[in-house]
């Protein structure tokens, strides 16, 4: 069935490091990708997204590039900030053109020290 | 997003009550969800409607039992739960039901069941 898969967390960096953070898929079909964000205490916000091969979503200096061949979704960032500490969720959308079901990872824990 | 809210933020109740959450979006879409997010595990979708109209069901027990009277209101109405209920209630919300629409998130309800 359709799935995703993250690393697992959590990620410890220090402030100003390079964020990589693992994602890839199983899917039939051509499904859109997602990047979300959890803040504590708080909702899922969209960080970016792609909906098709090769497209690059960007956001807040974060990166993730579709890449059909590898079946990933790697998000990126060249240099963290404290205030990027958070839960980030890979998801993928898949269905008919009528259905909008999203399929989460298990989410990566991201701390980032000063 | 602010344009996603939910009551109450938080609730605690016995096994025998009867409670309902809320979701309202101010966004104008035509699309709600539902989705369970509980400790270590991904976040699940329970209930998709559109158009007010219940297009899936993710194999969620009958103690859950959900109501979308408008486009703009979906209810969670809750009775004789579990203590392994207890997890954080997620409302979304899209434009459209297409898989490349993007899903705003409520921030939750945290919900414990005694």
């Known amino acids: 069935g359709d799935s995703v898969t993250q690393m697992e967390g959590p990620v410890t960096l220090s402030e100003e490091a390079f964020l990589t953070i693992n994602c890839t898929y199983t899917?039939?079909?051509?499904?859109?990708l997602f990047w979300y964000v959890q803040y504590p205490g708080e909702g899922l916000q969209l960080l970016l997204k792609a909906t098709k091969a090769d497209d690059k979503g960007s956001n807040k200096g974060f990166e993730a590039t579709y890449r059909k061949e590898t079946t990933s979704f790697h998000l990126e960032k060249g240099s963290v900030q404290v205030s990027d500490s958070a839960v980030y969720f890979c998801a993928l959308s898949i269905g008919s053109s009528n259905t909008g079901k999203l399929i989460f990872g298990q989410g990566t824990t991201l701390q980032v020290k000063p | 997003e602010t344009g996603v809210t939910q009551t109450p933020r938080h609730l605690v109740m016995g096994m025998t009550n009867k409670k309902s959450l809320k979701c309202e979006q101010h966004l104008g879409h035509n699309a709600m969800y539902w989705y369970k997010q509980s400790a270590k595990k991904p976040l699940e979708l329970m209930f998709v409607?559109?158009?007010?109209?219940?297009?899936e069901n993710n194999s969620v027990p009958s103690r859950f039992s959900p109501e979308c009277p408008n486009s703009s209101h979906l209810f969670l109405h809750l009775h004789t739960l579990q203590p392994e209920d207890s997890a954080l209630y997620l409302c979304a919300s899209s434009r459209r039901l297409v898989i490349t629409d993007t899903q705003y998130f409520g921030p939750g309800t945290r919900l414990t069941v005694l």
């Open positions: 899917a039939t079909g051509y499904p859109s």
């Open positions: 409607y559109s158009l007010e109209e219940r297009v």
